[in-house]
């Protein structure tokens, strides 16, 4: 693998990890696609850094098993929004 993307990896994970963020947060702040953010946290970080894979396994674990919550907040907003404007 070329030493550019393993960096490049481990720098999504060290800024997962640092800020506790989602793979669609950390693909804003670096102005890479989400589905290349996920491809090298996913599947190259483990072969070159299985800690920092760990890691960041369980914070994308955690943001996983609260997506509906997020989604329904995101819902509410929304609807208030509306209906103060509307």
């Known amino acids: 693998m ?3 993307i393993e960096e490049r990896a481990s720098q999504f994970a060290s800024y997962i990890i640092e800020n506790r ?5 950390t693909a804003k702040k670096f102005s890479i696609s989400k589905s290349t953010v996920h491809k090298d946290i996913v599947e190259r970080l483990p072969r070159v850094n299985m800690g920092l894979a760990i890691a960041v396994r369980a914070i994308l674990d955690e943001n996983k098993s609260e997506r509906h919550i997020r989604g329904g907040n995101a819902t509410k907003l929304k609807y208030m929004t509306e209906k103060k404007t509307g």
């Open 2 to 4: 070329k030493d550019y």
């Open 21 to 25: 963020t989602t793979i669609r947060d």
